[in-house]
């Protein structure tokens, strides 16, 4: 009876040759389904995250509860409510918010073009075009919403000096201070929970979305 090898076993197991077991056409259709679906689930979000903001921006504006809180900034600094005050704001606020949700929208519209646009049948360049455009436009939509709300903040602040101008009111240096140093630290701490919110809720998609795209160039780099 021959002697068992059993190294020269192992060494011949590991030298045959891995069947693969996928193409690479199996590959891209699975890897074009996984992107599709990426994309949609962005897109979903930013539909809830629409209608989230509207239902807020609706009950908030009919609550007047922006106008108080803004008037009552506007008393600890030594000015006055006035009706002019009042409507002045009302409409600033109101241009604002719409401004918001066409803003958002546009986004939601442009979601929803990028995931019709990815077909199951797409060829290989063309869904690695569609991924980066997706990236890019993902990454405008957080840029812009975290420059949206430096914006408006900015506004305000011009607004409540313009009242404060118009009505000859000095504050005092203390209450100065004190709403500069408030207004800037609330400002970094929405941008910095803004941020945290699309690196956690999008980021996780998008990270996904890199490996598929990743993939799709090795690919590409193996058939040219």
């Known amino acids: 009876m ?17 069947q693969q077991k996928y193409d690479n056409n199996e590959i891209l259709k699975m890897l074009n389904r996984k992107s599709r679906n990426y994309v949609k689930y962005i ?7 629409f209608l989230l903001f509207s ?12 106008t108080n809180g803004f008037l009552n900034v506007l008393e600890k600094l030594g000015a006055q ?12 606020y109101l241009i604002i918010k719409v401004l918001s949700l066409l803003i958002t929208a546009y986004f ?6 990028n995931y019709r646009k990815i077909k199951i049948e797409e060829n ?7 991924i980066i455009k997706f990236k890019k436009t993902v990454n405008a939509f957080i840029l812009i919403s975290i420059l949206l709300l430096v914006v408006f903040t900015s506004i305000f602040t011009v ?14 240096n203390s209450a100065l201070t004190i709403f500069v140093i408030v207004t800037a630290v609330s400002t970094g701490l929405c941008v910095l929970l803004i941020w945290l919110y699309y690196r956690l809720v999008y980021g996780i998609i998008m990270r996904k979305l890199d490996r598929n795209l990743t993939q799709l160039r090795d690919i590409d780099s193996q058939e040219n």
């Open 55 to 66: 239902v807020m921006g609706l009950f908030y504006f009919f609550q007047g509860e922006e």
């Open 124 to 130: 290989l360049k063309g869904l690695i075009t569609r």
């Open 81 to 92: 409510k006035t009706p002019e005050v009042e409507h002045n704001f009302g409409i600033t």
């Open 108 to 113: 939601v519209y442009k979601f929803y073009q």
């Open 2 to 18: 021959p002697e068992f090898d059993l190294d020269s076993f192992k060494k011949t197991w590991q030298e045959q040759p891995v």
């Open 43 to 49: 897109f979903w979000i930013s539909v809830f995250e």
């Open 159 to 172: 607004f409540i000096f313009y009242a404060l101008n118009s009505q000859n009111v000095e504050p005092t």
